[in-house]
């Protein structure tokens, strides 16, 4: 298990590298991350290069047995760079270059920032990549945050449009370029492309969604480029990775693919704190760059766990988590006693095989002053760093134990980036209390949905392929927008075969290129829902629901944002609104189809809502959660070691004390005490416990 922290000795107002070292050790810390942003250092001028200065670094790192991960400067361009090749500096939606002064807002497609790029990699890896301390390497750092604009990639844009759909008039036809005289006689004509809240001009969906395709493979075509390079140093035994942001990632970063072209993904997990990350939910921090959907409480780490394996990978490295705070000098939440232990055994508990912190100390000076490190602005001894050091030492004792960990899940959550695409460009949820349209509308209605299964401890995944579904009883689309009518098929097969298919609004209304489906919604998928509808309408107020039959719901359910007016083909109505009008509509159905069943949801449910159809579908499926008779505060989850052995966590997400009786026998892997069944689990507040079982290899 690696523990640690990212590392900048070039930020330190002054030289304390041993005494940095020496306090790393001393709290266990076993890793560290290095070298991101020291492009201008070792070249401060074209060609005068000298990476010399990573030495003294690594060498006391690896004096102290801290293992090192190195990463490719290439983020945060020298600014001789964009004053001599100016070309290099990105431009915006509407033409105008991104100013130098930020970090990546170069344009990483062009020839001049590529040739500076590949010759600084090359000097480091030939300096460095061999170094017993280096493990792995990093390719850039969080990278997919700003569309690429230039003339360059947008004449590639075209040629790749003209490769995948032929003649203009198939272009034509798939964007319906009739509309408005839009209609084209020559790829040449097309217009220049960008997101309208950018200030671009674009307004056909069709084409949007494919610009948004071309931006996540234009990163992922750069990081596979980058890797190639690395790839030419490393040993057999050190790996390339990269760090996405975690949860719904940077909007032109497609994890999945990224994941293909990387040894070991990487995550980047800022969170919400102190009452924001208690469960049930309590609060709520101001939104942030990592909340644009508004999630906070127990479930947003878990759901970052579970998303990062959306990757293809089974494990994941969690490259970044909150030290003392992370956000901005308005944004200052440091965590309460507990809390930075209980979210990194969750990371463990979800398949992390690194927990680090960004960063070690607080900088002094700069854009992010107040993205704080584990240390403050004093760089003395403070209860976050006390915190750290409890857990590295426990992770020396146990790490080995909970390293390559397999999460346990009963439910799969289904994934589509295309949907997120068209959903943002043009949303079907307005910003609450406003007319204006949510440009976070699918991300609401994932973890709307996530978080109506966590409610009721279901165990999940995130996956973005429709392979393997049978291995989960209850799979959930929250809104598959868009996608090919063979997925569709895929879906209603897995329904059919015997599993227990979940679907959300929108869901089957677009079909792969962006075009409405001129049949009756939800489409393709109509005949597994046993219901259609014509109209739908947003809500501008919640409408509560009643249960017609089988179906106990909480109090105060109610639907939020949207319905659908749905006429039953067959379903069986579940529950229906409380409305002098929309009364007469169902708001959930149910279909028996084939061996199995399809839900299909037609609102967004509010908490209580959700959580009485999860609690319903996860009956039907047969799954029984773990951990039902415990407190509302305790989370039990469940994840296997590589030698066979299961390991139970339990989680404590709130300010008051929890006991937890002991289902099966064990140990405990932080205590290293035998627990018999029956015992009884004492959870302090904001604790966690990690219980091996007996004989379950």
Same mark, same amino acid.
């Not at 996530?450 to 393997?468: G, M």
């Given at each position: ?44 001028? %074209? ?8 030495? %003294? ?18 983020? *945060? ?21 991104? %100013? +130098?002064? =930020? ?8 020839? *001049? ?44 844009? #075209? ?62 075509e750069f990081l596979a480029w980058q890797a190639g390079i690395v790839r030419e140093y490393l040993r057999e035994d050190q790996f390339v990775t990269h760090d996405c942001v975690g949860g719904h990632g940077l909007p032109h970063s497609n994890r ?6 990387? =040894? ?24 942030? +760059?990592? =909340? ?17 394996? *959306? ?18 000098? *308005? ?13 990194? +055994? ?53 790490? =080995? ?10 439910? @799969? ?115 597994? #829902? ?5 109209? +739908? ?6 409408? %509560? ?22 006429? &039953?083909?067959?379903?069986?109505? &579940? @529950? #229906? ?10 708001? #959930? ?109």
């Amino acid at each position: 298990m690696l523990y640690g922290i990212s590392y900048y000795p070039e930020y330190m107002p002054y030289d304390r590298l041993e005494q940095d070292v020496r306090m790393m050790r001393d709290a266990g810390i076993n890793y560290a991350r290095i070298g991101d942003s020291v492009w201008a250092m070792c070249e401060p001028a %074209p060609g005068r290069i000298d990476v010399d200065l990573l030495g %003294p670094t690594l060498e006391e790192l690896h004096r102290a047995g801290i293992q090192v991960v190195l990463c490719t400067p290439t983020y *945060a361009i020298p600014s001789w760079l964009s004053l001599e090749h100016p070309e290099v500096m990105n431009s915006r939606a509407d033409g105008t270059p991104w %100013p +130098y002064g =930020d970090r990546q807002n170069a344009d990483f497609t062009q020839p *001049a920032y590529l040739f500076y790029a590949e010759r600084i990699i090359r000097r480091i890896m030939e300096r460095w990549a061999d170094h017993p301390a280096v493990i792995g390497v990093q390719v850039d750092n969080e990278t997919g945050g700003r569309a690429i604009h230039s003339e360059a990639a947008t004449r590639e844009f #075209v040629r790749r449009l003209e490769e995948k759909f032929g003649g203009i008039e198939n272009l034509n036809e798939a964007w319906g370029l009739n509309f408005w005289s839009h209609r084209l006689t020559d790829y040449a004509q097309l217009w220049s492309p960008g997101d309208r809240a950018q200030g671009g001009g674009n307004s056909n969906p069709g084409y949007d969604l494919e610009w948004r395709r071309y931006q996540a493979d234009l990163v992922t075509e750069f990081l596979a480029w980058q890797a190639g390079i690395v790839r030419e140093y490393l040993r057999e035994d050190q790996f390339v990775t990269h760090d996405c942001v975690g949860g719904h990632g940077l909007p032109h970063s497609n994890r999945k693919a990224v994941g293909e072209v990387v =040894d070991v993904p990487a995550e980047n997990f800022p969170h919400h704190t102190q009452e924001a990350l208690s469960h049930p939910p309590r609060g709520g921090h101001p939104p942030t +760059y990592h =909340d644009a959907s508004g999630i906070h409480g127990a479930y947003q780490l878990f759901q970052r766990g579970d998303m990062a394996r *959306a990757s293809g990978h089974r494990n994941f490295l969690v490259t970044e988590m909150n030290p003392i705070s992370v956000g901005g000098p *308005a944004h200052n939440f440091p965590a309460y006693d507990g809390q930075w232990r209980l979210a990194a +055994y969750t990371c463990i508990s979800r398949g992390a095989n690194a927990v680090a912190y960004w960063h070690w100390h607080s900088t002094h000076h700069g854009s992010e002053t107040y993205s704080h490190g584990v240390l403050n602005h004093d760089l003395e001894e403070n209860r976050n760093l006390t915190e750290v050091r409890r857990i590295g030492h426990e992770l020396q004792r146990a790490g =080995d134990q909970l390293t390559d960990l397999e999460a346990e899940a009963e439910v @799969a959550f289904l994934y589509s980036p295309d949907s997120r695409y068209l959903l943002g460009f043009e949303p079907c949820l307005a910003v609450p209390g406003t007319a204006q349209g949510d440009r976070c509308s699918y991300e609401r209605i994932f973890d709307t949905f996530y978080r109506a299964f966590f409610d009721e401890r279901a165990q999940a995944t995130v996956t973005h392929s429709l392979e393997d579904l049978e291995k989960y009883p209850v799979v959930v689309a929250p809104s598959l927008y868009a996608a090919a009518d063979e997925s569709f098929d895929r879906l209603l097969n897995y329904a059919e075969q015997g599993g227990h298919l979940v679907l959300g609004i929108r869901s089957g209304y677009m079909d792969d290129l962006g075009r409405a489906r001129w049949e009756r919604a939800p489409g393709p998928l109509r005949p597994g #829902v046993g219901a259609g509808y014509n109209l +739908y309408s947003n809500l501008e107020s919640a409408i %509560p629901v009643t249960s017609v039959d089988g179906l106990p719901l909480d109090e105060g359910a109610a639907g939020e944002g949207w319905m659908d007016e749905l006429v &039953l083909e067959g379903a069986e109505a &579940l @529950a #229906v609104y409380d409305h002098h009008e929309f009364g007469r509509f169902p708001a #959930v159905v149910t279909n028996r189809y084939g061996k199995g069943r399809v839900t299909y949801v037609g609102t967004l449910p509010n908490a209580a809502l959700g959580r009485s159809v999860a609690r319903w579908v996860l009956a039907e499926a047969e799954v029984r959660p773990l951990g039902a008779d415990l407190p509302e505060s305790v989370r039990c989850t469940r994840a296997r070691r590589p030698d066979g052995r299961l390991l139970r966590f339990f989680t404590n997400w709130s300010s008051r004390a929890a006991t937890v009786p002991v289902p099966v026998a064990g140990r405990s892997v932080l205590s290293e005490e035998a627990v018999a069944i029956g015992e009884e689990i004492e959870l302090g507040p904001w604790d966690v416990a990690v219980l091996a079982e007996e004989g379950s290899r």
